[in-house]
């Protein structure tokens, strides 16, 4: 394939994104429907993102609850106890971690999995950067803090309106780049709102997406989870991996049975490949891989 130019990139990029902003979803080229995803035997299954050929542990652990001005929950627990819940969590099967810039959590993870191999675990890591140069600049310090490589996935953090692609083209550029220079082995986005959702679903750079799910609209992108999970089914038609996040509404379910209720909806889906919940504690983990185990029995006997 012949080198892509800065030029070229960037008038494509915005050329596409233009077409997917101003496209009603309705005129959208139809995407044959894929089969659902199989259901995983357990919590801890290796499950592959979309066509992107990355497996990750059904369940991921996230860094970032409450995370903004690189801190959150989890950070502030400090290293050691920070690091007794990731140990705790990779020696009870999980392999996926989600980490972010504005959580502050990127050091924190290089300690707490210092000494395991690199090859037993994936990274979730996202970036504010807009250009390429701030892109380049930004991937270069996350690697450093992280002590790796490379990373897995690498998204555009909270994008927020239907011109995301226009917006950031340069970093979206750089991104790519990194990607073939093996620094990043997929890319894709996070979302804040139904029309930078909407875009995301259908913008062919979106390898993988992170996104709000959940059966009561709490902390969605919209209130309605059928308009959400419309599109999560879209992004899945067209091989993207889709990673659900905020299963339990951002903590605010606190009673059990609306967090089995959660869980039950999301496996019951087909087309949510991954978790990541932000857990504080050990106990935190086993009781989510218990509840887990129960709704994925569940969901198969849908399937049945």
Same mark, same amino acid.
């Given at each position: ?9 960037? @008038?494509?990029? @915005? ?20 089969? &659902? =995803? ?10 592959? &993102? %979309? ?14 609850? =409450?995370?903004?001005?690189? +801190?959150? =929950? ?20 999980? /392999?996926?971690? $989600?980490? +972010?810039?504005? #959580?502050?959590?990127?050091?924190? &993870? ?8 690199? $090859? ?6 996202? !970036?504010?950067?807009?250009? #390429? ?16 490589? #490379?990373? *897995? ?24 780049? @990194?990607? $073939? ?7 894709? !986005? ?7 959702? /909407? !875009? ?10 992170? +996104?709000?799910? =959940? ?5 969605? *992108? ?16 067209? %091989? ?48 989510? &891989?218990?509840? +887990?185990? !129960? ?10």
């Amino acid at each position: 394939m012949p080198p892509i130019h800065r030029r070229d990139f960037l @008038a494509g990029t @915005a050329a596409a994104g233009a077409a997917v902003a101003l496209s009603p979803a309705s005129h959208a080229a139809p995407t044959a429907a894929r089969p &659902l =995803n199989p259901v995983p035997k357990s919590p801890t299954d290796r499950v592959r &993102l %979309g066509d992107t050929g990355i497996e990750v542990s059904l369940i991921g652990i996230g860094t970032g609850s =409450n995370g903004v001005n690189q +801190a959150s =929950n989890q950070t502030k627990l400090g290293l050691k106890e920070f690091t007794r819940v990731i140990r705790h969590a990779f020696d009870s099967g999980i /392999r996926f971690f $989600d980490v +972010a810039d504005q #959580y502050g959590s990127h050091t924190y &993870l290089r300690e707490a999995l210092k000494g395991i191999p690199r $090859d037993q675990y994936a990274i979730q890591t996202k !970036t504010h950067a807009r250009d #390429y140069k701030e892109a380049k600049s930004h991937l270069e310090r996350y690697r450093m803090e992280l002590g790796v490589d #490379y990373v *897995d996935t690498l998204l555009l953090h909270c994008m927020t309106t239907a011109d995301w692609p226009e917006q950031n083209a340069g970093a979206m550029e750089y991104i790519s780049e @990194a990607k $073939d220079q093996g620094l990043v082995r997929a890319h894709g !986005t996070s979302c804040h709102g139904m029309d930078p959702l /909407r !875009t995301s679903a259908r913008h062919p750079w979106v390898e993988v997406d992170l +996104a709000r799910v =959940n059966p009561e609209g709490a902390v969605m *992108d919209s209130a309605d989870p059928a308009d959400v999970t419309e599109q999560l089914r879209a992004m899945h038609d067209a %091989g993207k991996g889709v990673i659900g996040m905020k299963i339990c509404g951002n903590g605010q379910f606190k009673e059990p049975e609306r967090r089995d209720a959660s869980l039950r909806f999301v496996f019951s889906l087909g087309f949510v490949d991954a978790i990541v919940v932000g857990l504080e504690s050990p106990a935190q983990i086993d009781d989510l &891989l218990a509840r +887990a185990e !129960t709704a994925l029995d569940f969901a198969r006997t849908q399937r049945a």
